[in-house]
T-cell receptor, first 116, second 115 residues
Framework: AQKVTQAQTEISVVEKEDVTLDCVYETRDTTYYLFWYKQPPSGELVFLIRRNSFDEQNEISGRYSWNFQKSTSSFNFTITASQVVDSAVYFCALSEAPRGTYKYIFGTGTRLKVLA | GAGVSQSPSNKVTEKGKDVELRCDPISGHTALYWYRQSLGQGLEFLIYFQGNSAPDKSGLPSDRFSAERTGGSVSTLTIQRTQQEDSAVYLC?????????????FGPGTRLLVL
């Protein structure tokens, strides 16, 4: 069965600390895609990254980095030197191919609070 | 260009009334999705439209929920005889062709409160 687990419900850090948000997924497919979205207090989901199952290279974008490990079915997200503007709910999502509806399976989200 | 738009932003209704939520996808996007986000929950898939194909309604929680997409563009999600448990944020997303690898772009959502 497809499933995405974000075990951390809420994390609080002090500004400039590094923080890692965990995402563990389950899928039967060998081809699938993983996504991270940010939902700031305004409510609109903002796309951060997409990763396909055949590309295990880690990715860095500014203060953001992602660690994809198929061996542990994890796709973790690290924010380096966190800032108050990083405060949001972060969702991890899974999309499977090649069958049917390419809906996203979302985790329940991790609320990140960055304190000044 | 313009992103996904949804209306109304907020809707308060009384239990038992019908409501209609509207979604206008990104121009040129053939795939449209509706999700529901209940308080403290993740996003739950409701329904998917792709071009002229029959919609995937597998996520609709009951027969009180229905949706249509006219002319391959604007979509309306209708909830009949609303219940308090229908209170949630309803999010619409669109993607270019509905493929698994595509990014879905989300609208700002409609916050529904059923009293």
């Amino acid at each position: 069965a497809q499933k995405v687990t974000q075990a951390q419900t809420e994390i609080s850090v002090v500004e400039k600390e590094d923080v890692t948000l965990d995402c563990v997924y389950e899928t039967r497919d060998t081809t699938y895609y993983l996504f991270w979205y940010k939902q700031p207090p305004s409510g609109e989901l903002v796309f951060l990254i997409r990763r396909n199952s055949f590309d295990e290279q880690n990715e860095i974008s500014g203060r953001y980095s992602w660690n994809f490990q198929k061996s542990t079915s994890s796709f973790n997200f690290t924010i380096t030197a966190s800032q108050v503007v990083d405060s949001a709910v972060y969702f991890c999502a899974l999309s499977e191919a090649p069958r049917g509806t390419y809906k996203y399976i979302f985790g329940t989200g991790t609320r990140l609070k960055v304190l000044a | 260009g313009a992103g996904v738009s949804q209306s109304p932003s907020n809707k308060v209704t009384e239990k038992g009334k019908d409501v209609e939520l509207r979604c206008d996808p990104i121009s040129g996007h053939t795939a449209l999705y509706w999700y529901r986000q209940s308080l403290g929950q993740g996003l739950e898939f409701l329904i998917y439209f792709q071009g002229n194909s029959a919609p995937d309604k597998s996520g609709l929680p009951s027969d009180r929920f229905s949706a249509e997409r006219t002319g391959g563009s604007v979509s309306t999600l209708t909830i009949q005889r609303t219940q308090q448990e229908d209170s949630a944020v309803y999010l619409c997303a669109s993607s270019l062709a509905g493929l698994a690898q595509e990014t879905q772009y989300f609208g700002p959502g409609t916050r529904l409160l059923v009293l």
